[in-house]
């Protein structure tokens, strides 16, 4: 059957769908689409920027975990932690808040919050149960940056702390670190903030930061001085031991006042003060010019070292700088020099006539040497056996002539009582060496043969007389003794002479009696001797 004999297909039916149901299947993926849309609008709108930390180790950190805080307020999170190419830190990439942007000023500050124990105490124990977490500190520049270097300690001082920070010139840093407490009558006000090496290397500059409202204490005429440790003084003053604290005497400190409480007007912050080595230097009065001395000693300088006190009756005018030894080629003997710097004005302020002088200082010095200025070392304990130099006046000191154009101008001196005493003991030791002590001793053992032999006569001449004398002598005893006892028999009260004597005495008595009746009565009537007595003749 071919093609053309097939019979015609037919004719297909159309029929119309209900125009409804295409929206509603295509409705469900739009909405999605939108709400997508919409949720990824709103994440990029509240959306923060991100920043680079560089830390030197992300110990304690966790990607899309740790978080990033400020007052303890999340600001951000950790996104990724990679390592650095050259494998010397690590790269945190922290994704802020929107809230957060302030947060990239070019002077914001980034650290570790974790577990540590310093100089400032211990701090971020509450990390040992929730985790480490980045701390931030917001800046002020108006630069923004996408990369920090993140800090390796958290800073001592943060910029929403109220209060003023000053700089301290020292010699050195001591024992102080970074937190080291700053005292204000012993409370601590504030702390150390930062220190670095200055430019020349001869010193270091000291950031400290006072709190409010201490901060208003310190003034123009403030001194700062090392608190640190235990201050401990041994000189010719004594011990003298000062801490501000037990916590200094482990961490360091510093400590500031003002002398006699004259603070003057307050300090604008970041002002420059000194810090001195301990209260004493820093208290102590400005010394004005100074004039450096030159002394020869003759003897021994033990026990004195450079810094050693140089005084004027019992006022500090100064200190020792150097000691030498030098020969003298003319003499042909070995001088000790001695290099001392003095303080004239601390006499001027002492003394009542602290007016100006039409004389220089070279000359008033030649003055007070005519008049027996002489440096002289003496013992300032005897317990250490330091000494110090002394300035007094010696009247009886042999004259001195000094050179008042020389530099430094020689002082004369002169030995202390201690080398006097020992020159007057060497001379009685060499007098004592002139002594012929072994023909005394010759002598002497002679003198004492002879009278060994004198005690050994004496002994046996008692020894004889014990035996020829003694026998004579207890009979003659015995005849004493009986004699002793015929005496006492005789001066008994009851013995017969005794009462003989008694009566005779009697009988005398009587006699005396009528002998001066008789001598009354020829007294009154003396015609009686030639005439009698008146009754004999009536008989």
């Known amino acids: 059957m071919s093609a053309e004999d097939k019979p015609p297909l037919p004719s297909p039916v159309v029929v119309r769908r209900r125009n409804w149901l295409p929206s509603l299947i295509w409705l469900i993926p739009i909405v999605a689409a939108l709400v997508g849309v919409a949720l990824v609008a709103r994440i990029l709108i509240d959306r923060g920027p991100e920043v680079v930390l560089t830390f030197k180790t992300a110990e304690g950190l966790e990607a899309n975990k740790t978080a990033v805080r400020y007052k303890n307020v999340q600001i951000g999170t950790v996104q990724t932690i990679r390592l650095a190419s050259d494998r010397s830190n690590v790269r945190v990439v922290v994704q802020l808040n929107k809230e957060a942007r302030s947060f990239t000023a070019q002077d914001t500050r980034f650290w570790v919050v974790r577990p540590r124990l310093d100089t400032s105490g211990i701090s971020g124990l509450g990390t040992l149960l929730s985790g480490a977490y980045i701390g931030a500190d917001a800046g002020t520049s108006e630069e923004t940056a996408s990369e920090f270097t993140g800090l390796e300690a958290p800073p001592i001082v943060t910029r929403d702390a109220s209060g003023k920070q000053f700089l301290l010139r020292a010699r050195d840093v001591g024992s102080l670190d970074i937190g080291s407490p700053v005292y204000f009558r012993r409370i601590k006000v504030g702390q150390l903030a930062a220190y670095e090496l200055d430019g020349d290397g001869r010193g270091v500059t000291l950031?400290?930061?006072?709190?409010?409202?201490?901060?208003?204490?310190?003034?123009?005429?403030?001194?700062?001085?090392?608190?640190?440790?235990?201050?401990?003084?041994?000189?010719?003053?004594?011990?003298?031991?000062?801490?501000?604290?037990?916590?200094?005497?482990?961490?360091?400190?510093?400590?500031?006042?003002?002398?006699?409480?004259?603070?003057?007007?307050?300090?604008?912050?970041?002002?420059?003060?000194?810090?001195?080595?301990?209260?004493?230097?820093?208290?102590?009065?400005?010394?004005?010019?100074?004039?450096?001395?030159?002394?020869?000693?003759?003897?021994?300088?033990?026990?004195?070292?450079?810094?050693?006190?140089?005084?004027?009756?019992?006022?500090?005018?100064?200190?020792?700088?150097?000691?030498?030894?030098?020969?003298?080629?003319?003499?042909?003997?070995?001088?000790?020099?001695?290099?001392?710097?003095?303080?004239?004005?601390?006499?001027?302020?002492?003394?009542?006539?602290?007016?100006?002088?039409?004389?220089?200082?070279?000359?008033?010095?030649?003055?007070?040497?005519?008049?027996?200025?002489?440096?002289?070392?003496?013992?300032?304990?005897?317990?250490?056996?330091?000494?110090?130099?002394?300035?007094?006046?010696?009247?009886?000191?042999?004259?001195?002539?000094?050179?008042?154009?020389?530099?430094?101008?020689?002082?004369?001196?002169?030995?202390?009582?201690?080398?006097?005493?020992?020159?007057?003991?060497?001379?009685?030791?060499?007098?004592?060496?002139?002594?012929?002590?072994?023909?005394?001793?010759?002598?002497?053992?002679?003198?004492?043969?002879?009278?060994?032999?004198?005690?050994?006569?004496?002994?046996?001449?008692?020894?004889?007389?014990?035996?020829?004398?003694?026998?004579?002598?207890?009979?003659?005893?015995?005849?004493?003794?009986?004699?002793?006892?015929?005496?006492?028999?005789?001066?008994?009260?009851?013995?017969?002479?005794?009462?003989?004597?008694?009566?005779?005495?009697?009988?005398?008595?009587?006699?005396?009696?009528?002998l001066r009746v008789l001598t009354d009565y020829l007294e009154r009537h003396p015609e009686s001797l030639l005439r009698g007595k008146p009754e004999d003749k009536k008989k």
């Not at 050994?456 to 002598?473: F, G, I, R, T, Y």
């Open 207 to 514: 950031r400290v930061f006072v709190n409010a409202p201490y901060d208003k204490f310190v003034g123009a005429n403030t001194r700062f001085w090392h608190a640190s440790g235990l201050d401990v003084q041994l000189g010719a003053n004594g011990v003298k031991l000062r801490t501000q604290s037990l916590a200094t005497i482990v961490l360091g400190g510093i400590a500031f006042q003002a002398p006699d409480d004259t603070q003057g007007p307050v300090a604008q912050e970041n002002t420059t003060f000194a810090l001195a080595e301990d209260e004493a230097a820093a208290m102590k009065e400005p010394d004005g010019p100074s004039q450096p001395l030159l002394m020869h000693f003759n003897q021994s300088l033990r026990g004195l070292s450079p810094g050693a006190v140089v005084d004027f009756r019992g006022v500090e005018i100064g200190e020792v700088k150097s000691i030498g030894v030098e020969f003298d080629p003319q003499v042909r003997e070995f001088k000790m020099p001695v290099l001392v710097q003095v303080y004239p004005d601390r006499l001027r302020r002492r003394s009542q006539g602290s007016q100006e002088s039409r004389y220089t200082q070279a000359e008033r010095l030649k003055f007070l040497i005519d008049k027996g200025l002489r440096a002289q070392l003496r013992t300032g304990n005897l317990l250490t056996g330091q000494v110090y130099v002394a300035l007094d006046f010696f009247p009886k000191a042999p004259p001195a002539k000094i050179d008042i154009d020389q530099n430094p101008i020689e002082l004369p001196t002169v030995a202390n009582s201690l080398d006097e005493i020992q020159a007057q003991v060497g001379d009685i030791a060499r007098k004592l060496s002139k002594v012929p002590f072994e023909e005394i001793g010759r002598d002497l053992r002679k003198t004492l043969a002879t009278l060994d032999k004198t005690l050994v006569s004496a002994e046996q001449l008692a020894a004889s007389l014990k035996n020829d004398v003694s026998p004579e002598m207890a009979a003659a005893m015995k005849d004493v003794r009986k004699t002793l006892n015929s005496a006492e028999k005789t001066l008994a009260d009851d013995s017969p002479l005794q009462q003989d004597m008694r009566q005779t005495l009697q009988e005398v008595t009587r006699a005396a009696g009528s």
